[in-house]
């Protein structure tokens, strides 16, 4: 399969969710097959977290999404060492971040210090936990949200968390015909839920390469 051909599949894919959002779309996917990361800075209810879950849900791969909160603490994202008491040995338990595509839902809710667990991660794929290395998935993808206008029990991001971002844009207000076929398609269930995967892990490293 050609990467045009990829790009497409996964475009029209997404299309069925995310009506009147081309434009968005094309971004989100540069980004994607370029290895980059991406920040969605919106308003509520523009379907950031739709569009997330879209592109996630066309790929054969897996999926975290990490609900962004003040008391969200760097450990409930890379992981942690638990140790048992039965064999009396400590066993490794992966975080959410250990997925080929994670939505960080409202990332600067979070402390600096919980935003900091993202920046190796995102710049190397690998975290380090422990004193010791550990490599992430060769597909690793984040695309974070959010919210322009509330700064109430935010932190922004610092330079050096933006600067891992290959892109960052917003979605903005679809046109009222579009809003209508929106609502239209909700009527009996919510679009995300049909969406099925149309390209799997060996079709995103062709469309990489391309």
Same mark, same amino acid.
Request: charged share 20%; with cysteine; aromatic share 8%.
């Given at each position: 399969?050609?990467?045009?051909?990829?790009?497409?599949?996964?475009?029209?894919?997404?299309?069925?969710?995310?009506?009147?959002?081309?434009?968005?779309?094309?971004?989100?996917?540069?980004?994607?097959?370029?290895?980059?990361?991406?920040?969605?800075?919106?308003?509520?209810?523009?379907?950031?977290?739709?569009?997330?879950?879209?592109?996630?849900?066309?790929?054969?791969?897996?999926?975290?999404?990490?609900?962004?909160?003040?008391?969200?603490?760097?450990?409930?994202?890379?992981?942690?060492?638990?140790?048992?008491?039965?064999?009396?040995?400590?066993?490794?338990?992966?975080?959410?971040?250990?997925?080929?595509? +994670? /939505? $960080?839902?409202?990332?600067?809710?979070? =402390?600096?210090? @919980?935003?900091?667990a993202?920046?190796?991660? !995102?710049?190397?794929?690998?975290?380090?936990?422990?004193?010791?290395?550990?490599?992430?998935?060769?597909?690793?993808? +984040? /695309? $974070?949200?959010?919210?322009?206008?509330? =700064?109430?029990? @935010?932190?922004?991001?610092?330079?050096?968390? !933006?600067?891992?971002?290959?892109?960052q844009?917003?979605?903005?207000?679809?046109?009222?015909?579009?809003?209508?076929d929106? /609502?239209?398609?909700?009527?009996?269930?919510?679009?995300?839920? @049909?969406?099925?995967?149309?390209?799997?892990?060996?079709?995103?490293?062709?469309?990489?390469?391309?």
């Amino acid at each position: 399969m050609a990467g045009r051909e990829i790009y497409q599949k996964i475009h029209d894919n997404i299309q069925k969710v995310m009506k009147g959002q081309a434009v968005a779309i094309r971004k989100l996917l540069a980004a994607f097959a370029s290895g980059g990361h991406v920040l969605l800075e919106d308003y509520p209810g523009t379907g950031k977290t739709t569009l997330a879950k879209a592109l996630a849900f066309s790929v054969d791969a897996s999926f975290k999404r990490i609900q962004f909160t003040p008391d969200l603490l760097p450990s409930d994202i890379l992981g942690i060492t638990i140790f048992d008491q039965n064999d009396r040995t400590f066993h490794w338990h992966e975080g959410p971040i250990f997925a080929n595509i +994670v /939505l $960080a839902d409202e990332i600067n809710r979070a =402390s600096p210090r @919980t935003q900091s667990a993202l920046l190796e991660a !995102m710049a190397e794929a690998q975290v380090s936990v422990d004193g010791q290395l550990k490599k992430l998935q060769d597909l690793f993808f +984040v /695309l $974070a949200t959010q919210n322009p206008v509330e =700064s109430r029990g @935010t932190y922004p991001l610092p330079e050096a968390q !933006m600067d891992r971002f290959a892109l960052q844009f917003s979605l903005g207000y679809i046109q009222p015909e579009d809003e209508v076929d929106l /609502l239209s398609a909700q009527i009996e269930q919510h679009p995300i839920d @049909t969406i099925a995967s149309c390209v799997d892990l060996e079709a995103i490293a062709v469309l990489e390469r391309v």
